[in-house]
């Protein structure tokens, strides 16, 4: 295939793809053709280099083009292919066996999918066809992907073009147990929460939180939908964000992460009292790519990655060099930065007006760190480098924050 130079590609680009996506990333100071890539960073068409620090939203918690993973993807490619997704599959069989052994609680059965949306559209269809419930109540603010039922979960701005959604879909301030004890009935089939709202801004729920989501829950025989396909998977240093909690979900949805970011894979896990659902109805749902065997023989290599103790002790050490960075950042900008939530390698920066999370993520651009606002909080930049992102990088993500604030110092004045 020819080369293409960055000014091609671009003008391709708005010509065939988006026009709009275009013209904001070039407001942003973001126009950055990814071209080669490898560990934490990628390097743009024009030679820049950049630290990833939005990771996709944990598809690229190993990095870029992981090595052991890659291996894995090309031993697989030697015997193996999609597989037929109607028929039995020994690859879904070991994925899911793996995914039983490593979620929490007595969760046991795994239906596959493609992407994280497709997996909560499935919680959802799962939850109203067990407990023959219309109502699911999710977050303010939360997030939950752009297909139907998960769509219905989320915010206004997504969805207001697209009516009338599904009905039955109700939200509750996050954190909030007494709006969400007055919400949840004996109609509600489920709650659907993500541990820590990435998109609402890395809102980090006190001890007490999900213990008492899940009473309210029992409570009333609904069912408890978490949603980790940004915690999850070693992101807040431990694997699951919600064993903080020592809260096991019935319905627990994945994605992002699981794919090493070189094979599309999510997962909908679930209890064995929920699978009692799928008995009488084995093919009432299904997903031409979803488990696909070539994406499963890369997911279980993921996953033993991801699960190692090293892995997590390294998550760790570097949410300490991060903190401690963080903490100065903060005593040099009290005015701008005025609160720091963290969970592991789970960064949002809170800052005191909503403009400052595009101006930042302009800033961090121009100081060769890629990291995002928080959709549904612009006062909040979100950090999410790769898990597995250096000491000496986590300390140049640091450098790029202190000479951005700066920036941002002299905006306001
Ligand atoms: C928490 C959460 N759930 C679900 C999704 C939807 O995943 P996908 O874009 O793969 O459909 C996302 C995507 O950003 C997400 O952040």
């Not at 497709?118 to 407990?131: C, H, S, W």
Request: glycine share 10%.
């Amino acid at each position: 295939m020819e080369t293409w130079t960055k000014a091609q590609a671009l003008k391709a680009f708005e010509e065939f793809v988006s026009p709009g996506k275009l013209k904001t990333y070039q407001m942003l100071g973001m126009e950055i053709v990814p071209a080669r890539r490898e560990g934490s960073r990628l390097w743009d068409k024009d030679g820049k280099s950049y630290i990833n620090c939005r990771s996709s939203g944990g598809v690229f918690n190993l990095g870029h083009r992981p090595p052991e993973i890659l291996a894995a993807l090309t031993r697989a490619l030697e015997t193996l292919d999609l597989g037929d997704h109607l028929l039995l599959s020994e690859w879904r069989a070991r994925l899911a066996k793996r995914l039983a052994e490593l979620t929490p609680g007595d969760i046991q059965y795994t239906t596959f999918g493609v992407g994280g949306g497709e997996a909560v559209d499935l919680a959802i269809k799962l939850a109203r066809g067990y407990t023959r419930r219309p109502g699911i109540i999710s977050a303010i603010g939360g997030y939950h992907g752009h297909t139907g039922f998960a769509l219905a979960t989320g915010e206004d701005s997504f969805k207001e073009y697209f009516g009338p959604l599904a009905p039955g879909f109700s939200q509750v301030p996050f954190g909030d147990l007494e709006a969400l004890e007055e919400a949840v009935t004996e109609e509600t089939a489920a709650v659907i929460f993500e541990t820590i709202p990435a998109t609402l801004g890395i809102v980090i729920p006190p001890d007490d939180y999900f213990p008492a989501v899940r009473k309210i829950c029992d409570a009333q025989g609904a069912v408890l939908i978490i949603d980790e396909v940004q915690a999850g998977l070693g992101r807040t240093g431990r694997f699951w964000a919600i064993d903080e909690y020592q809260v096991a979900p019935d319905i627990l949805v994945l994605g992002k992460g699981l794919s090493g970011a070189l094979y599309p894979m999510s997962a909908t896990c679930y209890r064995p009292r929920l699978q009692s659902f799928f008995d009488q109805h084995p093919f009432v749902h299904v997903s031409t790519y979803g488990g696909s065997e070539l994406g499963c023989a890369v997911t279980l290599a993921v996953l033993d990655r991801l699960s190692s103790p090293e892995l997590l002790g390294h998550v760790n050490t570097m949410a300490e060099i991060f903190a401690k960075g963080l903490i100065r950042l903060q005593l040099n900008h009290p005015r701008l930065l005025i609160e720091v939530r963290q969970k592991g390698l789970m960064i949002g920066l809170k800052m005191c007006e909503d403009r400052l999370g595009i101006l930042l993520t302009s800033q961090l651009a121009q100081n060769g760190v890629i990291a995002m606002f928080a959709h549904n909080d612009p006062s909040v930049m979100i950090i999410m480098p790769p898990l597995i992102v250096t000491a000496e990088e986590v300390e140049e993500v640091l450098a790029a924050l202190a000479k951005s604030f700066q920036a941002l110092e002299g905006f306001l004045r």
